[in-house]
């Protein structure tokens, strides 16, 4: 059962010695390498400073993106956009969609989400020729459950299955959210830091 759903309905008898015996044996802020890969994702992205909406419809994930813009007062705002789908599904909340890197935030989908760091994996799909560093400091990303593997090698794989003969170039992951400067270390020299908000669809 997906994590969102125990999330929304509960955890059932049977789940919890399991949970039980993850907690003893492991710290809380590290997520067990058996635990569902949804489970794992979530618990990573957070660690890693990202927020994400969950929503078990359309409906939910606009009302959601309505509780961001008004979060951040984006309304009547520029919104850079590289996809056409995306202005279609989020059309009517008064935004005007282009290009414009000086618009107050990106609104992209993603190749997959992985479990295991935390991190939004992207291409030239979402991303076309642009480093991250030129996209403006906030994005939203619009996934669904289903994006979730365990592993970068698992997505990448699945890029390659998708796309084949014709793979896409600019593959990367977003993985540091709100880091601040003091906490950045040799693994995010280099790194391009997002405040990143994450819209889950749950589609399985």
């Given at each position: 059962m997906s994590l969102f759903r125990k999330l929304f309905k509960g955890t059932s008898k049977s789940d919890k010695p399991r949970a039980e015996k993850h907690q003893v044996e492991r710290s809380k802020y590290m997520p067990d390498v058996h635990t569902p890969a949804d489970e794992r994702f979530t618990k990573n992205f957070i660690l890693n400073g990202g927020r994400f909406l969950y929503a078990l419809n359309l409906e939910e994930v606009k009302e959601n993106?309505?509780?961001?813009?008004l979060e951040n007062d984006w309304y009547e705002q520029n919104v850079f956009c590289l996809d056409k789908h995306l202005e279609d599904t989020f059309k009517g909340f008064n935004l005007k969609f282009g290009q414009s890197k000086e618009a107050p935030f990106f609104i992209t989908t993603c190749e997959s989400l992985i479990a295991d760091n935390g991190s939004i994996l992207v291409s030239s799909h979402q991303l076309k020729e642009l480093k991250l560093h030129e996209f403006p400091q906030y994005m939203v990303v619009y996934a669904t459950t289903s994006q979730i593997v365990n592993s970068i090698g698992e997505g990448l794989r699945l890029i390659k299955n998708r796309n084949a003969g014709s793979i896409p170039t600019n593959i990367t992951t977003i993985k540091h959210f709100e880091t601040k400067e003091d906490e950045?270390?040799?693994?995010?020299y280099g790194s391009s830091t997002k405040n990143l908000y994450l819209l889950l669809l749950e589609d399985l």
């Open positions: 993106f309505d509780n961001i813009l950045k270390d040799f693994m995010s």
